[in-house]
């Protein structure tokens, strides 16, 4: 098939369920209301609740959910054939992922800007609250530990990349000052500010940095920094780096996917991967391709960033549609060109035997550097059609991935600082001393993930844990979308529209686990045993109390936590 032919359909489609689907689930179903106060004026601190214009906070929320997964995850995602991983990636978007984002979105502002672990203290019970924030706390606890590693991989893959990665956060810093303190147009400083990055980008080809091992180790190097940074960043006021920091990186994502779109456009390469594929060392497509495929389609950690960071920033009920609906829509777009980029581009530079060569094996192409190599070397040859320089094209790439990263660690942090506090409550319902500073409480989380990630040689202990990450995460999808159906349940709304997703994706996660499990039992992992039984046993007691709630609402009144029209 004509790459071109895939790209247009795709970006009609994505338009079409936008403005239908999506208005519908908004105005319908969750009946938006500007007159409903949101989290971000009720608790306004100029450090974490901070009224923020749509679109700067949409570029906050989208860089955010993105990071390296709807790069990553198709990439992989297309040895079992471009075909499946594209629809996979399409409708799982617009009918689960999008959904999912916006009613995590919606219901946090509804409740206070409550992450969805704490809101399942109120629409479920305590004891299932407590149990689901230690789950999420868990996630979290491996995300930052393996991001840490992944940026010091990357910065070690791309040296180029360094100096414009880390000269993004004095031009974050500048724009920041310029809008909120200066009052200045946040249009002319964002272009201002894209362009400076654009010029770091450049000088970067011609400074590349590399840093001295530690215990003969590099990434061990790059991880003690970026631990120390994180720290630093994830405490700072939201709007001082990390907000504008994801806006530059937002415009940054934008050019990118114009420059791969104009690249399908000019060189409307063909897609020489197989439609449909078989590897034989390669786990079973179902259910292993919702696994592998997250973010882009569906993905547990968006519901973590609408009701941790993002939800705190909304200025209005309305936006969260294009904030959380659209905000994943865009991803898919993201994906879509990813797949493209690694099924046609890789082939402008020797055809299928490009693809079938770095596709041989599962072994070859599950490789975090195998495959964030073929996106880059994809995207540089579509690039290249427009009159880009291969290596300009590959650093700009390689810059995005990596700037993605790192906004990924730093609200991992930030959001998982919230889910402590909120752990640690008291009776009262206020957080215990001292956790309930944010220093104290960010330390401990940092310090955890550091502990996790210095286990193994080269800052690589989260691996231990990682095996687990795919089928944890999707399963936190799945529970979120839960408590998304009682909720509208006990408000007495359709809730179909949360159900069908929630019970697809607890059915192919479940499955997963299951899968994982006799691996791990043939090799006799306890540890891995071990959690992923507790976590089936989690998983199916949350399944009972929230169809105990769904039930009980039927003879409740409709829950109003809100303005009606």
């Known amino acids: 098939m004509n790459s071109l032919f895939l790209a247009i359909l795709t970006f009609v489609g994505y338009i079409i369920a936008y403005n239908t689907y999506g208005r519908w689930i908004g105005n319908k179903i969750f009946k938006l209301n500007n007159k409903n106060v949101m ?170 940095i590399t840093v001295p091992p530690i215990a003969g180790s590099s990434v061990i190097t790059w991880s003690l920094i970026l631990f120390v940074y994180v720290f630093i960043a994830s405490t700072l006021p939201v709007h001082w780096l990390l907000q504008p920091r994801d806006y530059i990186n937002s415009h940054e994502l934008l050019i990118a996917m114009g420059l791969l779109t104009a690249g399908v456009f000019v060189a409307h390469p063909t897609i020489v991967a197989p439609a449909f594929n078989s590897v034989p060392d390669a786990p079973p497509i179902l259910p292993m391709l919702f696994i592998t495929i997250a973010c882009g389609a569906i993905s547990g950690f968006h519901s973590l960033a609408a009701s941790g960071t993002t939800v705190k920033q909304v200025d209005k009920e309305t936006d969260t549609l294009a904030v959380g609906y659209g905000g994943m829509i865009l991803e898919g777009v993201l994906a879509t060109l990813v797949i493209i980029a690694v099924t046609a581009g890789l082939g402008m530079s020797g055809g299928a035997q490009v693809f079938t060569e770095r596709y041989a094996s599962w072994a070859s192409a599950s490789g975090l550097g195998a495959k964030l190599a073929a996106v880059v070397d994809g995207s540089a040859n579509l690039m290249a059609s427009l009159g880009i320089p291969r290596d300009l094209a590959a650093s700009i790439m390689a810059v995005f991935i990596v700037s993605f990263a790192g906004t990924t660690l730093d609200s991992a942090t930030r959001i998982q600082r919230f889910s402590l506090q909120e752990l640690l409550k008291n009776r009262k319902g206020k957080t215990i001393k001292p956790f309930d500073n944010r220093y104290v409480a960010t330390f401990v989380v940092v310090f955890a993930a550091a502990v996790l990630a210095f286990l193994k040689p080269g800052g690589k202990g989260a691996l231990i844990l990682w095996p687990l990450f795919g089928a944890l995460n999707q399963l936190l999808a799945g529970l979120a979308l839960m408590i998304a159906t009682v909720y509208l349940a006990k408000k007495k709304r359709p809730f179909y529209v949360t159900l069908i997703p929630m019970v697809f994706m607890l059915t192919m996660t479940i499955w997963a686990t299951f899968y994982n499990l006799n691996k791990f039992i043939a090799t006799q992992n306890w540890l891995l045993i071990f959690i992923s039984v507790v976590t089936l046993l989690i998983t199916a007691w949350m399944i009972y109390e929230s169809a105990k709630a769904i039930a009980n609402s039927k003879s409740q009144k409709p829950l109003v936590e809100e303005l009606e029209d």
């Open 39 to 208: 989290p971000s004026h009720k608790y306004e601190d100029g450090v974490d609740y901070v009224p923020t214009k749509r679109h700067i906070i949409l570029g906050h929320h989208f860089t955010t959910i993105a990071g390296t997964g709807p790069i990553v995850g198709p990439a992989i995602g297309v040895i079992w054939g471009w075909v499946p991983a594209f629809i996979w990636v399409f409708f799982g978007s617009i009918f689960m992922g999008a959904v999912h984002d916006f009613s995590a979105l919606v219901i946090s502002a509804r409740h206070e800007g409550k992450t969805i672990g704490e809101l399942t203290r109120g629409l479920i019970s305590n004891r299932t609250a407590v149990v689901f924030l230690i789950l999420i706390q868990f996630l979290l606890w491996i995300v930052i530990a393996i991001f840490a590693m992944i940026m010091g991989i990357l910065f070690n893959m791309y040296p180029a990349s360094v100096f414009p990665v880390w000269m993004e956060i004095p031009i974050a810093l500048l724009l920041s000052y310029m809008i909120y303190k200066k009052g200045k147009s946040d249009v002319v400083w964002s272009i201002i500010a894209i362009i400076a990055m654009y010029v770091t980008i450049w000088i970067g080809l011609y400074l590349p």
